[in-house]
């Protein structure tokens, strides 16, 4: 497994969570970085990217403005913080990387896909 992102888990409506995705030295070393969240009975969509250098980011604009998505490529780490929570954040999130930034944001062809985490977000 290339990429594994944790750190889900129940939060109250309103609340914050930050999810950490960890993945291999050869993907952080020139990987861009992205996440994903597929919720029961929608399509996964797109939420937030970062160039590998990290001198980058873009967001969808159902996240944009109350999340930060960052990396630590020292520690080959990859980070979204989630601020802000509602009901209908709840999905299951996933991290993934390809060496195009424009291709995450398409969300297809990806070269590696994180195993999801769960995040609930109570009312």
């Known amino acids: 497994v290339q990429l594994q992102a944790f750190g889900g888990g129940l939060v109250q409506a309103g609340g914050s969570l930050r999810l950490s995705c960890a993945g291999s030295?050869?993907?952080?070393?020139?990987?861009?970085m992205g996440w994903f969240r597929q919720a029961p009975g929608k399509e996964r969509e797109f939420l937030a990217a970062i160039t590998w250098r990290g001198d980058s980011t873009s967001y969808d604009d159902s996240v944009k403005g109350r999340s930060t998505i960052s990396r630590d490529n020292a520690k080959n780490m990859a980070y979204l913080q989630m601020n802000s929570l509602n009901p209908e954040d709840t999905a299951v999130y996933y991290c993934a990387a390809d060496p195009d930034i424009r291709a995450l944001r398409r969300g297809i062809h990806l070269r590696a896909w994180g195993q999801g985490t769960q995040v609930t977000v109570s009312s």
């Open positions: 030295e050869r993907l952080f070393r020139s990987y861009a």
